[in-house]
């Protein structure tokens, strides 16, 4: 078992940047991937980038590659989304998500444990 919780969203001015972090605890040891997804209400969460927890570079999606950055520290089991150039459409509720075994990492469908949620709302 692993949990998850995100935290750092807040309010911010379009422009302005934010740094997400997402801890987790429990069974760490079995972590082989995370990622970060988002999700605005009516919609389908949304992959933003995942990375191999032992190893490999991040993976991005388009919509988000050189304002997003990924980065992890595997001795304190974190992982954070430094997030620069904020837009109104980044606004969504935005969450940590790991899986222990192989599965496609930009399918919200093979994380089996996910966070709580934290909300970033850009203001224009």
């Known amino acids: 078992q692993v949990m998850l919780a995100e935290y750092g969203g807040g309010l911010v001015q379009a422009g302005g940047s934010l740094r997400l972090s997402c801890a987790a605890s429990?069974?760490?040891?079995?972590?082989?991937?995370m990622s970060w997804f988002r999700q605005v209400p009516g919609k389908e969460r949304e992959f933003l980038v995942g990375t191999w927890w032992t190893g490999g570079s991040p993976s991005y999606a388009d919509s988000v590659e050189g304002r997003f950055t990924l980065s992890k520290d595997n001795a304190k089991s974190m992982m954070y989304l430094e997030v620069n150039d904020l837009k109104p459409e980044d606004t969504a509720v935005y969450y940590c998500?790991?899986?222990?075994?192989?599965?496609?990492?930009?399918?919200?469908?093979?994380?089996?444990?996910w966070g709580q949620g934290t909300q970033v709302t850009v203001l224009s």
């Open positions: 429990g069974s760490t040891f079995r972590l082989y991937a």
């Open positions: 998500a790991a899986m222990t075994t192989a599965g496609v990492i930009t399918s919200d469908t093979a994380y089996p444990y």
